[in-house]
């Protein structure tokens, strides 16, 4: 009986784990560059039942011991693409990430939407530099317009400034952190990365929002189901022990 609520509960614990990962998702379905989590669980190990009847043991099935999360990779499908006719909403079509100067050190991300800050330098909307191959990127916020290629060289009128520095990583070598970057495993190795540039569009979140509301759906109901089986044992228990209470 005490197993079985400890099976209903490690799922019921496992079920609150993935509600949270797509509650998140949900809220962050229209984050540029946003990459959706996923939850991996696994059940415990089953173990033979046996009954023994007159010094006899006899198999009579399986029965499992309880589930858990065993990872919560990060999905790196792409996401749609979104024209905006914006000069410094960049996109990268296929692998790569943009390289960021933050706080904390060099991260990574796919959120391209990028602005001008009062030194004229390439920011993102926290203010964590675009990184060139030379360091931040630097443009003359009176002079000719900005062209993107879509090698990540970055031109304005009819000089090279910069070349974007962008790289690509196994996706297990990546843990997230907030405003949408990528923190990447130390003595992590990059690899080669087949990508295109797009200047004036934005990669959208790899969210579908509808598969997450039916997923959210599904876990609510997973989740009271365990809560009646925790109830319904509850309940025997506490019968079986007020019948033997009243029989001695």
């Known amino acids: 009986m005490l197993r079985g609520l400890y099976v209903s509960a490690s799922g019921m614990l496992a079920d609150e784990i993935r509600h949270q990962v797509v509650s998140n998702n949900l809220a962050n379905a229209n984050t540029i560059g946003y990459k959706k989590d996923q939850v991996i669980g696994q059940t415990f190990p089953e173990v033979l039942m046996a009954s023994v009847y007159k010094g006899k ?62 030194n004229g330098q390439l920011t993102n909307f926290a203010g964590d530099l675009l990184l060139g191959e030379k360091g931040p990127i630097t443009v003359n916020p009176l002079g000719e317009a900005i062209e993107v290629k879509a090698d990540g060289s970055v031109f304005q009128g009819s000089v090279l400034l910069d070349k974007l520095q962008l790289v690509d990583y196994d996706p297990s070598l990546l843990s ?38 039916v997923e959210m759906i599904n876990l609510m109901r997973a989740y009271e189901s365990g809560q009646r089986l925790i109830q319904t044992q509850n309940d025997t228990l506490g019968k079986l022990i007020n019948d033997m209470a009243s029989n001695i």
Do not use: H, Y
């Open 57 to 118: 043991s006899k198999i009579i099935g399986q029965t499992g011991l309880g589930a858990s999360v065993v990872d919560i990779p990060i999905k790196m499908t792409p996401g749609m693409i979104e024209t905006t006719n914006s000069t410094l909403d960049l996109a990268l079509q296929g692998d790569g990430f943009f390289v960021i100067e933050t706080p904390a050190g060099i991260r990574v991300t796919r959120q391209g939407n990028f602005q001008l800050n009062g």
């Open 176 to 213: 997230k952190e907030g405003g949408n970057r990528f923190k990447v495993a130390d003595g992590a190795i990059a690899r080669e990365a087949n990508f295109e540039v797009l200047q004036g569009t934005l990669e959208r979140s790899n969210v579908n929002v509808i598969e997450e509301m």
